[in-house]
């Protein structure tokens, strides 16, 4: 798998690419937003935010708004808020320097583990429906009453997730970690954020209901 690693640091650049290089991945390494945006079709981006020519949160955009492409932010800022806005743009994870290469292994594969269909369930394939919506988790479209909806990848995610059991409460917890990672240990207010974003993308709050002290379900609109 090809990483493009975008970080202008050398003295941070050049181990990550050693070390990347050593455990069997291609690495291609640019330094500005621009060369980013300027690769076509990377496998896996590992962005920096603090680059010389663009803010990274714009570069992040940018990039998801073009492909699903995984994402793992790198940061040296650790204020919730830049976190969340971060997950709100489209990055899959975020890590915060300084960080351990381990550490950057196990994200990767979480991350790509998350973003592969699950070939091994024969229901991925069958399309989930909720009154007048319908997810196809092969095609991740989603339509309500035919009209394609237009969500991130990780709202997509988020709401392919409630989908499997309409009407059941799922806890924050319980979210948290089958959508973002088995040991989430960042902000949960990016979960809010992202049903914020589901709720007014499918166009009626009533879509997904807060359970009070407890988290989430997805039932149709009375």
């Given at each position: ?7 202008d ?31 076509v ?5 590992l962005?920096?935010?603090?680059l010389?020519?663009?803010?990274g949160a ?20 650790a204020?919730?808020i830049d976190r ?5 743009l ?8 300084p960080?351990g290469?381990?550490?950057?292994q196990a994200?990767i ?8 269909p699950?070939?091994?369930d024969p229901?991925?394939?069958?399309p ?14 989603v339509?309500i ?33 089958s959508?973002?990672d088995?040991?989430w ?19 009626e709050t009533a879509?997904?209901?807060t359970?009070?002290?407890?988290g989430?379900?997805?039932s149709p609109?009375?």
């Amino acid at each position: 798998m090809d990483i493009l690693l975008v970080e202008d640091d050398d003295s941070i650049a050049e181990p990550l690419c050693a070390g990347l290089q050593r455990v069997g991945y291609t690495v291609t390494r640019v330094a500005t937003g621009g060369d980013a945006l300027a690769v076509v079709e990377p496998e896996f981006i590992l962005l920096d935010l603090g680059l010389p020519d663009a803010d990274g949160a714009d570069v992040c955009r940018e990039l998801r708004g073009r492909s699903d492409v995984p994402i793992i932010v790198i940061t040296a800022r650790a204020d919730e808020i830049d976190r969340v806005v971060l997950l709100e743009l489209g990055a899959d994870d975020y890590m915060v320097k300084p960080f351990g290469f381990k550490e950057l292994q196990a994200r990767i594969r979480a991350v790509l583990r998350r973003a592969q269909p699950r070939a091994a369930d024969p229901g991925a394939t069958t399309p989930l429906r909720v009154g007048a919506l319908e997810i196809d988790r092969r095609t991740r479209r989603v339509t309500i009453d035919g009209a394609e909806v237009l969500l991130t990848p990780k709202e997509f995610d988020l709401l392919a997730f409630l989908a499997t059991d309409p009407g059941a409460v799922f806890s924050r917890q319980e979210i948290l970690e089958s959508v973002w990672d088995t040991h989430w240990y960042g902000p949960t207010k990016t979960l809010d954020v992202h049903v914020a974003a589901l709720r007014k993308k499918l166009g009626e709050t009533a879509w997904i209901e807060t359970v009070r002290g407890v988290g989430f379900r997805l039932s149709p609109p009375e």
